[in-house]
């Protein structure tokens, strides 16, 4: 059998460990008895609370856990991109990994990862609102910010909260072939896997801290005019400062270019637009700035890997 420990701390996220969970047990029920995956819990001594406020008791406490598993998977939590870890949990994550055929992550248990030292060099994800955090605490991590999961040789790492499905799917296609993957997907309402990155779910464009700074009127400004063409020298004039001042603003504060800005602006817009609304793709694309449904099209596969009719189709509000 393969062996499988689910690691998890107090505040751990629930469905970052039952869904996991969920995908091996589904897969179980169409295996051989020799093929099958045992699932261990390991985690603190006693019962203790997730974040939404379920019971929770582990098979195995840290200490216990001292043979090898095929996969060491951490779960995420809330607060980790914040807390330090319990030091017994890192020293039980580092001695398994040591003994272990893979080691991985879901949602913000890659920061447990980090902590324990495994993301010097390789490449991981993590859920988008805490992949610059991820990146800015461990700088020696390559950060995903786009992918569902990452494999990069041993390890595996996943983005938010329900990509841990989608992750233990893959590790049930590598393991057992894609026809028992795409039958247990069928059996969890869920696809076996999603078109595009975890970029369709967030913002690009998030509103400064400072709503007086340049920055922020120039914000203002683009979101006002996305009809414009809204040149470099456009954006410099509304500030009246210089195109190479400018430049090294949005280069400082923003951490793009003025021209990526600008489009990131415009796929927020459409996104927008193509979740709340009816309104025709040609529509849409002149209102928000691409021109032409085409370019629109071209931009989003870019950018998202999807195109807008797939993307509204995901994301379109349900009828009331």
Known sequence: MRSVAVVVFPGVQAIDVSGPMDVFEEANALLPEGDRYL??????????????????EAHRTYDEATAGYDLVLV???????????DTGMLECIRRLSKISVRTGSVC????????????????????????????????????DRDRIYVKDGGLLTSAGVTAGIDLALAIV??????????TVAKRLVVVAQRQGGQSQFSPYVVAPA???????????????NLRSRLTVGE???????????????FAEQARTTPAEFVENARLDAARNLLEGSRLALKEIAF?????????????FLRRLSVTPGQYRASFQQMEE
């Open 108 to 143: 913000t248990g890659a920061f447990v990862l980090g902590h324990a030292g495994l993301l010097g060099g390789k490449r991981v994800t993590t859920h988008w609102q805490n992949a610059d955090a991820l990146a800015e605490r461990f700088p020696d991590a390559v950060v």
């Open 173 to 182: 296609r590598e393991d057992h072939g894609t026809e028992i993957a795409l």
């Open 235 to 249: 954006l410099a004039d509304h500030i009246h400062m210089s195109r190479r001042s400018f430049a090294r603003l």
């Open 210 to 224: 400072d709503p007086k700074s340049p920055l922020a009127a120039i914000s203002e400004f683009v979101m006002a």
């Open 39 to 56: 699932v261990e819990v390991v985690g603190p001594q006693g019962i203790f609370a997730a974040s939404n406020g379920m019971r929770m």
């Open 287 to 299: 209102e928000c700035g691409f021109g032409t449904p085409h370019r629109m099209r071209q931009v």
């Open 75 to 85: 779960a995420g939590g809330p607060k980790l991109p914040d807390d330090l870890p």
